[in-house]
């Protein structure tokens, strides 16, 4: 596999900064004083730095910050990155399944209440209030599990 058949799945992809995959991206102090004054860090429960997700240098699918991301971005590699590297399936399937993310991120999105939240933390949110998940939600999710998350 090309290093740019890679490159065009990120770029196409955004999810694992869109806030679908992640809430936080965790910060070393050097990287939180690094990006204080670009992005908004936050303090975690336990004293730590963290980025929220949706990442604020998410532009469209891109990272503003790519030469200056923090660790915990760069070591992330989605389990479809991974297949297609392994050449377990060729480019053209694997935009396939990135653009079946976002259509069925769409789909999940007209069945949430409105929000600035990602569709997947809208869905935690109305689980966390007994609010009934629609399908098209449940049909996001067990997308990005299948083709993006891996266990922590």
Known sequence: MTSSSLSALCLAC??????????Q?????????RLRGRLPVIVREDGTPALRQRCEALVGRCC???????GGCRRFVCM?????AADELGAAEALEIVAQAHALLAAADRELPTGAAAVMQRARQARRTGEPVPAAVEAARRHL????????
């Open 14 to 23: 955004g999810l694992c900064c869109d806030g679908n995959l992640f809430t």
């Open 25 to 33: 991206v965790p910060l070393v102090e050097a990287e939180a004083l």
């Open 64 to 70: 503003a910050v790519y030469e200056e991301r923090p």
């Open 80 to 84: 479809l990155h991974t297949a297609l």
């Open 145 to 152: 599990a299948r083709h993006f998350q891996r266990d922590a």
